[in-house]
């Protein structure tokens, strides 16, 4: 309901946005869940014994999902169907955290309790070797970026300052401003983990696909996100990271020689990723 151009194009007033789409929504949810025929008489559609033809799969339907920045009324209306809630980061707006409480709100005054595995957080990265060269590889494309949303009424969400124009964005400081993550793996790590600390838990982190760059370094992002971050949370890697800190600090101690007398070793005794990032 924010997006300057759609109301222009579709010739909507401001009062009539949230009201419509929370009556929407409401109408949906009850032709989803209904066994019989409904009938509606509202503000915006009126129709009498309507039903759909092919039920959901899921029981007792199928799941729906709303982004919502920061709107009260659109975060109750989240926690009231028991609606997945993407959540954008964005260092310019009241931090999700906050706007948590709205859920819980909503679903209580429907009889329910807000559940935290419907919480997705978005937000963009891009992953390389080193931040340098990530930072590199899409600077052209965040500036490409910022200059369009600039130029729909968006620049709000950009700016370190008000009044400042677009010519003095860089890509630095647009995804300081974005909470974007551009950097290693490491960095991508850390960013979920303060992420998680922040809100108390969150359902999962989706990532906003992006053209600043070329196809194959979106894909090694990707390859490396899933890689080296995706585990850590999974825990699928977690035993390899408990036996390393083991190895380390055996190695410390002295209990653990990596002398082979002047020959060659294969042996690493760092984390290639993490020296990479620092």
Not at 144 to 162: I, K, M, N, P, W
Request: net charge negative.
């Amino acid at each position: 309901c924010s997006l300057v151009t759609d109301k222009m194009l579709f010739n909507m007033e401001n009062a009539n946005l949230y009201p419509m789409l929370h009556e929407a929504i409401d109408v949906i949810v009850r032709l989803l869940e209904a066994d019989e025929p409904i009938s509606h008489h509202g503000e915006f559609w009126q129709f009498d014994d309507m039903q759909l033809q092919l039920r959901s799969y899921q029981n007792p339907r199928l799941p729906l999902a709303m982004p919502s920045a920061a709107t009260p009324a659109n975060l109750e209306l989240i926690g009231k169907h028991d609606m997945i809630w993407m959540s954008p980061a964005d260092k310019t707006r009241i931090q999700p955290e906050e706007n948590w409480k709205h859920v819980v709100k909503g679903a209580r005054a429907a009889g329910r309790e807000a559940n935290r595995d419907n919480w997705r957080i978005a937000t963009y990265m891009h992953i390389a070797e080193t931040r340098e060269q990530a930072m590199e590889e899409v600077r052209a494309g965040i500036l490409r970026e910022a200059e369009y949303f600039s130029a729909v009424g968006l620049r709000g969400h950009f700016q370190q300052h008000e009044g400042q124009t677009f010519e003095d964005f860089t890509a630095e400081s647009c995804a300081e401003m974005r909470d974007w993550v551009i950097g290693t793996p490491d960095d991508a790590i850390a960013w979920v983990e303060q992420k998680v600390a922040a809100t108390g838990g969150f359902g999962g982190l989706m990532l906003t696909a992006h053209e600043w760059c070329d196809f194959q370094k979106i894909s090694r992002s990707m390859e490396m996100f899933s890689r080296y971050v995706m585990p850590r949370f999974t825990g699928h890697n977690a035993v390899y990271h408990k036996e390393w800190d083991r190895i380390q600090a055996l190695t410390e101690d002295g209990k653990i020689a990596y002398d082979t007398g002047g020959k060659p070793s294969n042996l690493l005794t760092h984390r290639p990723m993490r020296d990479a990032a620092e």
